[in-house]
């Protein structure tokens, strides 16, 4: 299975709602990855996990919250979201982080496409 | 910060000719890869190139890496319409990070 799950597809908010996005994939990696993707754009690094623990934040604003429960689970708490958070997060994993020169392919899911009213 | 200069950003192609894509870095990359991404989809893997000068090809796609490893290229020859996509490079810099390229759209003319 090489697939990366997703949900929901599709998610509206007003800028006071609390909502969750979530990610699962069960191919056994051990790094994964919440992008944000403006339309017309590439794919913006927000957060990475190694081994469920938190290794990489590209100085996100807090009003993004990342959670690992576990291996394969991945999360994205959003509170108090501006209009200008609308896009589409993408939620990747790869075998490992890749240390030094190495790098591993990255298995993206379908997104969720959020907006924010 | 350390940038990744993909061109063109949107190349038109009549069905069946042929489509590149440009990728340079200021600095030496230790590798770099390619995605695919389809209009209204999310990026696919395509390849990862690591060695200087590499050459690799995938039928109709041919990818190459600089002999500085700062530069690098996807080459479609005769396109068709499933090649309809944004296609971006993402090379790994010194600090060991992922650095995208912004992309360049293959739109195929009716």
């Known amino acids: 299975d090489t697939e990366v799950t997703q949900t929901p597809k599709h998610l509206v908010m007003g800028m006071t709602n609390k909502k969750s996005l979530k990610c699962e994939q069960h191919m056994g990696h051990r790094a994964m990855y919440w992008y944000k993707q403006k339309a017309k754009k590439p794919p913006e690094l927000m957060f990475v996990y190694s081994y469920e623990k938190l290794s990489i934040n590209e100085s996100v604003p807090s009003r993004f919250s990342p959670e690992c429960p576990n291996s394969s689970l991945l999360n994205l708490h959003l509170h108090a979201l501006q209009p200008e958070d609308s896009a589409l997060y993408l939620c990747?994993?790869?075998?490992?982080?890749?240390?030094?020169?190495?790098?591993?392919?990255?298995?993206f899911g379908p997104g969720t496409r959020l907006t924010v009213t | 910060g350390q940038q990744v200069m993909q061109i063109p950003q949107y190349q038109h192609v009549q069905e069946g000719e042929d489509f590149t894509t440009y990728c340079n870095s200021s600095?030496?990359?230790?590798?770099i890869q390619w995605y695919k991404q389809r209009p209204g989809g999310h990026p696919v893997f395509l390849i990862q190139?690591?060695?200087s000068g590499e050459v690799k090809k995938q039928k109709r796609l041919t990818f190459q890496f600089g002999e500085a490893k700062k530069n690098s290229s996807l080459h479609i020859t005769a396109t068709q319409t499933t090649d309809v996509g944004t296609y971006f490079c993402?090379?790994?810099?010194?600090?060991?990070?992922?650095?995208w390229g912004a992309g360049t759209k293959l739109i195929i003319k009716p």
């Open positions: 600095t030496t990359l230790s590798n």
């Open positions: 993402a090379g790994k810099d010194s600090n060991y990070q992922l650095i």
């Open positions: 190139l690591v060695k």
């Open positions: 990747a994993s790869s075998q490992d982080l890749g240390r030094g020169g190495v790098s591993y392919e990255q298995y």
